[in-house]
Antibody
Framework: EVQLVESGGGLVQPGRSLRLSCAASGFTFDDYAMHWVRQAPGKGLEWVSGISWNSGSIGYADSVKGRFTISRDNAKNSLYLQMNSLRAEDTALYYC??????????????WGQGTMVTVSS | QSALTQPASVSGSPGQSITISCTGTSSDVGSYNLVSWYQQHPGKAPKLMIYEGSKRPSGVSNRFSGSKSGNTASLTISGLQAEDEADYYCCSYAGSSSVVFGGGTKLTVL
């Protein structure tokens, strides 16, 4: 079964860090680009970051550039998002999403169930 | 990276057709045929409905179709059904390894 499972979310104080993980199974992970997409409570989808199959192409939304770092470990079939200097506006459900292409198409055909990040003092 | 512009809401009766627009700029929608559309029901993860402007993934009904003209992409749903009621989002490649979503459109089936 094709599956993405996120973990690492939680309650964190402003200015602190958090690392999200996404475990992939059921497909050849290193053939595809991967992304993080977030959704604040009651709001729309926001693309956060994407990484190509070989980590050769990486992109970030302006809202997180310089604070978040995306990475992947193809040997472990895993995607990561290191989030530093967290702000209240980063509070959201963070989805891991598989791209249909090796590069940033973007066409997110597989989504995880998300992991909630709450930034509050 | 400005969000793509979608109408906040659209509605239609069962059996009718509706179209949701998604307006970007010459830097995103207008420059690339890389627009995708997503359906999201409350409390659920989004589902890919259209990619590369007009292609349907396997398993998606042919009642869903996509098109583009200039800086505006469109999603058309024909033969509206009650289960089509959901939020819909467009998404486009925006160059330099960046991606942008639209603000979302709430579809109500009357």
């Amino acid at each position: 079964e094709v599956q993405l499972v996120e973990s690492g979310g939680g309650l964190v104080q402003p200015g602190r860090s958090l690392r999200l993980s996404c475990a992939a199974s059921g497909f050849t992970f290193d053939d595809y680009a991967m992304h993080w997409v977030r959704q604040a409570p009651g709001k729309g989808l926001e693309w956060v970051s994407g990484i190509s199959w070989n980590s050769g192409s990486i992109g970030y939304a302006d809202s997180v550039k310089g604070r978040f770092t995306i990475s992947r470990d193809n040997a472990k079939n895993s995607l990561y998002l290191q989030m530093n200097s967290l702000r209240a506006e980063d509070t959201a459900l963070y989805y891991c999403a598989k791209d249909m292409g090796s590069w940033l198409l973007p066409a997110f055909d597989i989504w995880g169930q998300g992991t909630m990040v709450t930034v509050s003092s | 990276q400005s969000a793509l512009t979608q109408p906040a809401s659209v509605s239609g009766s069962p059996g009718q057709s509706i179209t949701i627009s998604c307006t970007g700029t010459s830097s995103d929608v207008g420059s690339y045929n890389l627009v995708s559309w997503y359906q999201q029901h409350p409390g659920k993860a989004p589902k890919l409905m259209i990619y590369e402007g007009s292609k349907r993934p396997s398993g998606v009904s042919n009642r869903f179709s996509g098109s583009k003209s200039g800086n505006t992409a469109s999603l058309t749903i024909s033969g509206l059904q009650a289960e089509d009621e959901a939020d819909y989002y467009c998404c486009s490649y925006a160059g330099s390894s960046s991606v942008v979503f639209g603000g979302g459109t709430k579809l109500t089936v009357l």
